[in-house]
C-alpha cells in the first residue's frame, strides 16, 4: 500500500499559479507512476495529469496542456503538480492518486488507482 500526502494548495487570483506537491509512502518500491486527480463540487472526479517514476513520461488532460507542468523528484518521493495561468473552471479539490496492479501509466480512469492522499483545495478567484 501507498500513502500520498498532497500539500500547496489555496486561494488564486485568475492568471496566477500555483504548485501542488505530493510525498508518497510505503510501498513505493512497487509503484511506476503517480497521477492528479481533481474534483469541482458536484462533478466527478477528472484525470489532470501523471508521470512514470523510472523515465518522468507524462501525460496531460486537454484542459490542462500547455498551462501544467508535472514533475518528480524521485530521491524525495515527491510528485509536483506547477500550475499555471489558472482560470475559475480549475477551482476543485486535487488529490494525488497511485495506481492499482496491472494500471497502465497515464490512465485517465479513477477506479484503476489503488491509493488515494486526502486532498488539497485550489480555488481560484475571477
Known amino acids: 500500500q501507498v500513502q500520498p500526502v498532497e500539500s500547496g494548495g489555496g486561494l488564486v487570483q485568475a492568471g496566477g499559479s500555483l504548485r501542488l506537491s505530493c510525498v508518497v509512502s510505503g510501498r513505493t518500491f512497487s509503484l511506476y507512476s503517480t497521477a492528479w486527480f481533481r474534483q469541482a463540487p458536484g462533478k466527478e472526479r477528472d484525470f489532470v495529469s501523471a508521470?512514470?517514476?523510472?523515465?518522468?513520461?507524462?501525460f496531460y488532460a486537454d484542459s490542462v496542456k500547455g498551462r501544467f507542468t508535472i514533475s518528480r523528484d524521485r530521491a524525495k518521493n515527491t510528485v509536483y503538480l506547477q500550475m499555471n495561468s489558472l482560470n475559475s473552471e480549475d477551482t476543485a479539490v486535487y488529490f494525488c492518486?497511485?495506481?492499482?496492479?496491472?494500471?497502465?501509466?497515464?490512465?485517465?480512469?479513477?477506479?484503476?488507482?489503488?491509493?488515494w492522499g486526502q486532498g488539497t483545495q485550489v480555488t481560484v478567484s475571477s
Open positions: 492518486a497511485a495506481p492499482g496492479p496491472g494500471t497502465v501509466a497515464g490512465s485517465p480512469y479513477s477506479d484503476e488507482y489503488a491509493d
Open positions: 508521470i512514470t517514476w523510472l523515465g518522468g513520461q507524462t
